[in-house]
C-alpha cells in the first residue's frame, strides 16, 4: 500500500528491547482540507535509516505494509493491534501548497490600438 503526504512528524530512533528497534513517522494526510488526518508510521530495525534524510514539511510518498496482531492480557480479554510497517520513502517534489509557475497575464485593454499586422 502507498500514500502521500506531508511528513508532520519524525522521531528518533527507539531501541525497544535488546534485539528490536524502531522509529515513527507522523503523516499529514489531506484527502479533506477541513479534516486533515495524521497518520503514524513505524519503521523497524534496518528501515530506521529510511528515516534519516526526511524532515518536518517534506512531502513524501511512503510505501508501507499494513500489519495486524491479537493480543490476550492477563484475564484473558483478548484485543487486536494494527501497524503501518513503512518500508520505502520518497520525496515528491515541491512544497505543500506550492503554486505552478507560469506566465503573467496579459491585460489586453492595455494593447495599442493601432493594428500593424502585416496580414
Given amino acids: 500500500?502507498?500514500?502521500?503526504?506531508?511528513?508532520?512528524?519524525?522521531?528518533?530512533?527507539?531501541?525497544?528491547?535488546?534485539?528490536?528497534?524502531?522509529?515513527?513517522?507522523?503523516?499529514?494526510?489531506?484527502?479533506?482540507?477541513?479534516?486533515?488526518?495524521?497518520?503514524?508510521?513505524?519503521?523497524?530495525?534496518?528501515?530506521?535509516?529510511?528515516?534519516?534524510?526526511?524532515?518536518?514539511?517534506?512531502?513524501?510518498?511512503v510505501a508501507f505494509n499494513l500489519k495486524g496482531r491479537p493480543w490476550t492480557d492477563k484475564t484473558g480479554k483478548k484485543s487486536y493491534f494494527n501497524s503501518l510497517q513503512l518500508w520505502k520513502i520518497t520525496s515528491v517534489g515541491g512544497a505543500a501548497g506550492a503554486t505552478p509557475e507560469y506566465a503573467p497575464p496579459v491585460d489586453l485593454s492595455a494593447a495599442p490600438d493601432d493594428d500593424d499586422l502585416p496580414f
Avoid at 24 to 46: G, H, M, R, S
Avoid at 52 to 59: E, I, L, P, R, Y
Fill in 1 to 61: 500500500m502507498d500514500i502521500k503526504g506531508k511528513v508532520h512528524e519524525v522521531s528518533a530512533t527507539m531501541q525497544v528491547t535488546d534485539s528490536l528497534k524502531k522509529r515513527e513517522l507522523i503523516l499529514e494526510y489531506i484527502e479533506n482540507p477541513q479534516y486533515p488526518e495524521y497518520i503514524k508510521f513505524e519503521a523497524i530495525q534496518d528501515r530506521c535509516n529510511l528515516l534519516d534524510s526526511v524532515k518536518v514539511g517534506d512531502n513524501v510518498e
